[in-house]
């Protein structure tokens, strides 16, 4: 089992910063991939961002592309999503994942909360 824990979130205006952490515990040695999500009220939850956990190879949601950062230290067995240059639309339920094969997402963290005001 990996269990994560993430940390960060809030309320912040339009055009400011955030960064997200998502700390894993556990099985850690079993990850392959860690990403973050994100489902607003009424939608549907979104790909956000990706990262292999060896290569270090990173994926982006179209809508983030250029704004968001995800990262990795190993060490700490801790992903950090750096949000930039927020928009009103980015407000959501922001929940980390890992996955241990290449497709799938196995274990998910419980969520925080991001507030962007216009």
């Known amino acids: 089992q990996v269990q994560l824990v993430e940390s960060g979130g809030g309320l912040v205006q339009a055009g400011g910063s955030l960064r997200l952490s998502c700390a894993a515990s556990?099985?850690?040695?079993?990850?392959?991939?860690m990403g973050w999500f994100r489902q607003a009220p009424g939608k549907e939850r979104e790909f956000v961002a990706a990262?292999?956990?060896?290569?270090?190879?990173?994926y982006y949601g179209d809508s983030v592309k250029g704004r968001f950062t995800i990262s990795r230290v190993n060490a700490k067995n801790t992903v950090y999503l750096q949000m930039n240059s927020l928009k009103p639309e980015d407000t959501a339920v922001y929940s980390c994942?890992?996955?241990?094969?290449?497709?799938?997402?196995?274990?998910w963290g419980q969520g925080t909360q991001v507030t962007v005001s216009s």
């Open positions: 994942a890992a996955g241990q094969g290449a497709a799938m997402y196995d274990y």
């Open positions: 556990g099985r850690t040695f079993s990850i392959d991939k």
């Open positions: 990262i292999r956990w060896g290569g270090g190879i990173t």
